[in-house]
């Protein structure tokens, strides 16, 4: 079957780094996804990782490998506003988005 | 502006009737999405479609029903035999047959019935 595993929660300091994790199983793999959504909003996108390796996009990085099933966001420089839930998405072999849960990071003053 | 509009954003209704959403693109994608998000839980898909006239079943079609009949527009009728309709309702879109297939959301329906 298909399944996504992430932390469901995480508190972090305001102007530090936090790194949430992702694995992940799918019947085939075309590329996974990170997604931002604040509560009670649409997801947002954040960034897309196809080929193994660190995608460094701003304050916000995306790692993938795929040989473990694995990526991780890495989010520097925590600011209050990036409190939301951080979603995880890898595309399937008919290009379906599977989602996990999500992830609340909650940043502290 | 280009973008994915979901109306109404809040919608209340009484158990036994049918209810539609609308959602609405000018984005030019060809391919539109139906997913259901409850709490603590990932999006759920409901309904795809990656063509105009063409829609598939997604995960939890059951008790839900869409039409295509035009490329901007899906739009996703909650039915008397969805048992929990109560939930976020979530509208995407994205390009399809590329390499890349961001999709792009909708702001949303929260819909409550009672």
């Known amino acids: 079957g298909q399944n996504i595993d992430q932390p469901t929660e995480m508190t972090a300091t305001e102007g530090a780094i936090v790194q949430i994790n992702c694995t992940y199983q799918?019947?085939?793999?075309?590329?996974l996804f990170w997604y931002q959504q604040h509560a009670g909003e649409a997801p947002t996108f954040l960034s897309y990782?196809?080929l193994d390796g660190l995608e460094e996009k701003g304050r916000f990085s995306s790692f993938l490998s795929r040989s473990k099933g694995y990526s991780y966001l890495l989010l520097k420089e925590l600011q209050m506003k990036d409190s939301a839930s951080y979603l995880c998405?890898?595309?399937?072999?008919?290009?379906?988005?599977?989602w996990g849960a999500g992830t609340k990071l909650i940043i502290k003053p | 502006d280009g973008g994915i509009t979901q109306s109404p954003k809040y919608l209340f209704r009484k158990e036994g009737q049918n209810v539609t959403l609308s959602c609405e693109q000018n984005?030019?994608?060809?391919?539109m999405y139906w997913y259901r998000q409850d709490p603590g839980q990932g999006l759920r898909l409901i309904y795809y479609?990656?063509?105009?006239?063409?829609?598939q079943k997604g995960d939890i079609a059951e008790g839900y029903s869409v039409s295509r009949e035009k490329k901007e527009s899906f739009p996703l009728t909650v039915t008397s035999a969805q048992k929990n309709p109560t939930a976020f309702y979530l509208c995407?879109?994205?390009?399809?047959?590329?390499?890349?297939?961001?999709?792009?959301f909708g702001p949303g329906t929260r819909l409550t019935v009672t």
């Open positions: 995407a879109s994205s390009t399809f047959g590329g390499q890349y297939y961001e999709q792009y």
């Open positions: 984005l030019n994608h060809d391919a």
């Open positions: 479609s990656q063509i105009v006239n063409d829609f």
């Open positions: 799918t019947s085939g793999f075309n590329g």
């Open positions: 990782n196809v």
């Open positions: 998405a890898p595309m399937d072999s008919n290009y379906q988005l599977i």
